[in-house]
């Protein structure tokens, strides 16, 4: 696998943001809505690193077809969230 970084300088125009809300919901904002073209029906992977296991290094992985390890992007109002509460807990 070979990591792509978003440089925060590349996409200055817009403001995308994902928030882990207190109950545990993982939600994304207009502009991570539109930069990551998310959609209903798809989902998000999480994945840690096995070599090196850390807190501190989390990947996502957002999928578009019905995969049962993922976590499912729910629409409430104009924005997406997923219910990752038993990851974050």
Do not use: W
């Amino acid at each position: 696998m070979k990591l792509k970084l978003y440089s925060a300088k590349e996409i200055s125009t817009s403001r995308p943001k994902a928030t882990v809300h207190k109950s545990g919901k993982l939600g994304y904002n207009r502009d991570a809505i539109k930069d990551l073209q998310l959609k209903q029906g798809m989902g998000i992977l999480l994945f840690g690193d096995e070599e090196h296991p850390s807190p501190l290094c989390l990947f996502m992985k957002i999928v578009t077809d019905t995969n049962p390890d993922s976590f499912k992007l729910v629409k409430g109002g104009q924005y997406y969230y997923a219910s990752t509460k038993a990851f974050m807990d």
